[in-house]
């Protein structure tokens, strides 16, 4: 129970440290004004390695960051970040946590799959159609920006992670 | 076998507990305004410091390398500044002399005073949004230092958007080129009035869309000023907006439309101002801020009186986005959006098209859902909007 504490602190520790640099520091990185999405990255990444439930609640929390500060309703966010860590989670099974290709994958497919959401809901509805635009300009860019900051943001949250269940496994072992 | 059905049970229902809590909050959020006060409790004791804490790291460490700087480079720009300021001196010598024959005229047609002397509040940008969709930023005041909900915001001489949500150290500002914000702006020179929209598809042209200008005998050229108009229900009048960078007549041959350059570098905001009084303060309907919006709210909907049942068609569908944003904002008067395809059946009159035509029916704070709203209130304003509309004329 108690390295579970941990776990819960280090995860909301690594939401709250990533919100703030998206918010920061990363409008100053953008190229073609355009940002990568971090919090994504960190509910996929949560999703696949650790399962449904962790993905979700680190998606919620994401979301609703965002949303306090800057959405237009509350729960929007949250709404879609929620459903994409639980998406994300789904692949567990399938996860390895040597080959990069399948995060790769499943943190794009996740990019492009918030964005045309993003897009219908918030543009579409509104009769914005010039769905082209917003793709070429927004979508793609984004979604490239993203996974180039997975390449190297991945490694970081495996390892993480790693440390976290190999202690784990460590006061497992001390029971024995 | 079994554990493994109970946990993707037990995950299931959760997924299911955490989206009806995301639906619940979307929907008090909609129809509640104060929904989101607990929640800006929590982003104060979490998100706010850490964010501020960065800024400063990061101020301190522009601060450090600008200083790195050659002492020669700051010589010579000594210099140069030293000179402006002694040709500035003089200018403005010549526009205090001015400025005096200005007040006394004005004090003759009792006129108020213009902008540039309202009290302003300094604030620092600390964070952005963090998607690329949306243009809105936080600053680093709040109901602390006095800023409120709808009080407009200006970078040097220009307008940069207008406060939506407030916090106790914090202050959330939708800028005027996130492609949800309507302005109503005027001509300086001609007193055209026309709305200005932003545009997420023009911006990174760097320019913004002007819409629902009459089109009669008036010239309107290249470079001229656009300011916001005094009919403008959320903007004080006479911030400047951008300079016309082309013009056309509309295929109706009522209207005329075409793009401004913004004169404010949105890209490189660091500080901004914030003026302490809000239109509503200026006109009086500043009683109708925490009020939902029903006959209190009637000088700041009778722009929306003659909109709401031509547009209502048309927004019925955008109800979604124009739901989500009035309810955020306390003033009971909701911040424009999506009102430019609304705004041609009200605009032979001039009134004002930005002002949430689209958004005011659903910031009836009695709940009603937002399209009844819309078309429950022409009949309701038929009368309070005549009277209003004999009152905005007399107004300065």
Do not use: H
């Given at each position: 129970m108690k390295l579970k504490i941990k776990r819960v602190i280090v995860t909301a520790l690594a939401v709250c440290i990533c919100y703030a640099l998206q918010c920061t520091l990363f409008p100053s990185l953008a190229l073609a004004s355009v940002k990568p999405n971090l919090m994504l990255i960190l509910t996929a990444s949560f999703g696949f390695m650790r399962g449904p439930k962790d993905g979700m609640l680190v998606g919620f929390f994401s979301g609703l960051?965002?949303?306090?500060?800057?959405?237009?309703?509350?729960?929007?966010?949250?709404?879609?970040?929620?459903?994409?860590?639980?998406?994300?989670?789904?692949?567990?099974?399938?996860?390895?946590?040597?080959?990069?290709?399948?995060?790769?994958?499943?943190?794009?497919?996740?990019?492009?799959?918030?964005?045309?959401?993003?897009?219908?809901?918030?543009?579409?509805?509104?009769?914005?159609?010039d769905f082209l635009h917003y793709l070429r300009h927004i979508i793609i860019p984004e979604l490239i920006y993203t996974i180039v900051v997975t390449l190297g943001l991945y490694p970081l949250i495996l390892f993480i992670n790693r440390r976290l269940e190999a202690e784990e496994k460590r006061s497992a072992g001390k029971f024995v | 076998?079994?554990?493994?059905?109970?946990?993707?049970?037990?995950?299931?229902?959760?997924?299911?507990?955490?989206?009806?809590?995301?639906?619940?909050?979307?929907?008090?959020?909609?129809?509640?305004?104060?929904?989101?006060?607990?929640?800006?409790?929590?982003?104060?004791?979490?998100?706010?410091?850490?964010?501020?804490?960065?800024?400063?790291?990061?101020?301190?460490?522009?601060?450090?390398?600008?200083?790195l700087g050659t002492l020669e480079e700051s010589r010579k720009l000594n210099k140069s500044l030293q000179a402006k300021i002694d040709e500035l001196i003089m200018e403005n010598n010549n526009l205090q002399e001015e400025k005096y024959e200005l007040e006394r005229l004005r004090e003759l047609y009792k006129l108020d005073q213009n902008y540039a002397e309202y009290e302003k509040v300094g604030a620092r940008v600390i964070s952005?949004?963090?998607?690329?969709?949306?243009?809105?930023?936080?600053?680093?005041?709040?109901?602390?230092?006095?800023?409120?909900?709808?009080?407009?915001?200006?970078?040097?001489?220009?307008?940069?958007?207008?406060?939506?949500?407030?916090?106790?150290?914090?202050?959330?500002?939708?800028?005027?080129?996130?492609?949800?914000?309507?302005?109503?702006?005027?001509?300086?020179?001609?007193?055209?009035?026309?709305?200005?929209?932003?545009?997420?598809?023009?911006?990174?042209?760097?320019?913004?869309?002007?819409?629902?200008?009459?089109?009669?005998?008036?010239?309107v050229e290249v470079g001229e000023q656009i300011v916001t108009s005094h009919i403008s229900d959320k903007y004080l009048q006479g911030i400047l907006i951008g300079y016309v960078s082309e013009v056309q007549v509309d295929s109706n041959n009522l209207t005329r439309s075409g793009y401004l350059t913004p004169v404010v570098n949105f890209k490189k905001l660091q500080e901004v101002l914030v003026i302490t009084k809000t239109k509503a303060d200026l006109t009086g309907t500043g009683a109708a801020e925490e009020q939902p919006a029903g006959e209190a709210g009637a000088p700041a909907e009778d722009g929306a009186g003659e909109a709401a049942p031509p547009e209502n068609g048309a927004d019925a569908p955008a109800e979604e986005g124009?739901?989500?944003?009035?309810?955020?904002?306390?003033?009971?008067?909701?911040?424009?959006?999506?009102?430019?395809?609304?705004?041609?059946?009200?605009?032979?009159?001039?009134?004002?098209?930005?002002?949430?035509?689209?958004?005011?029916?659903?910031?009836?704070?009695?709940?009603?859902?937002?399209?009844?709203?819309?078309?429950?209130?022409?009949?309701?304003?038929?009368?309070?909007?005549?009277?209003?509309?004999e009152n905005e004329p007399q107004e300065p």
């Open positions: 960051l965002t949303d306090i500060q800057f959405g237009n309703i509350l729960g929007f966010y949250a709404l879609i970040y929620l459903l994409a860590g639980y998406v994300n989670g789904l692949f567990e099974q399938l996860y390895y946590d040597e080959d990069i290709k399948l995060p790769l994958a499943l943190v794009g497919a996740t990019e492009f799959i918030y964005g045309l959401v993003v897009y219908l809901l918030m543009f579409m509805l509104r009769s914005e159609f | 076998m079994k554990k493994k059905n109970q946990t993707s049970n037990i995950n299931k229902y959760l997924l299911a507990g955490l989206t009806m809590v995301c639906v619940l909050l979307m929907f008090l959020s909609v129809f509640y305004v104060r929904a989101a006060g607990p929640f800006r409790v929590l982003a104060n004791l979490t998100v706010i410091p850490m964010q501020q804490g960065f800024n400063k790291v990061g101020s301190l460490l522009v601060d450090v390398s600008e200083n952005k949004d963090p998607g690329n969709w949306f243009s809105t930023f936080t600053i680093d005041k709040g109901s602390i230092d006095g800023i409120r909900v709808d009080m407009n915001v200006i970078a040097g001489s220009g307008l940069v958007g207008i406060v939506t949500q407030v916090g106790p150290t914090w202050a959330t500002v939708r800028s005027i080129i996130d492609d949800s914000s309507n302005v109503g702006g005027m001509v300086l020179s001609t007193s055209d009035t026309c709305t200005v929209r932003g545009d997420l598809s023009l911006i990174n042209d760097g320019k913004m869309r002007f819409e629902q200008m009459e089109n009669n005998d008036n010239k124009a739901g989500a944003q009035p309810p955020e904002n306390g003033a009971g008067a909701p911040p424009e959006d999506g009102a430019g395809e609304a705004a041609p059946p009200e605009n032979g009159a001039g009134a004002p098209a930005e002002d949430g035509a689209g958004a005011q029916p659903p910031e009836n704070g009695a709940g009603a859902p937002a399209e009844d709203g819309a078309g429950a209130q022409p009949p309701d304003q038929g009368a309070p909007e005549e009277g209003a509309a």
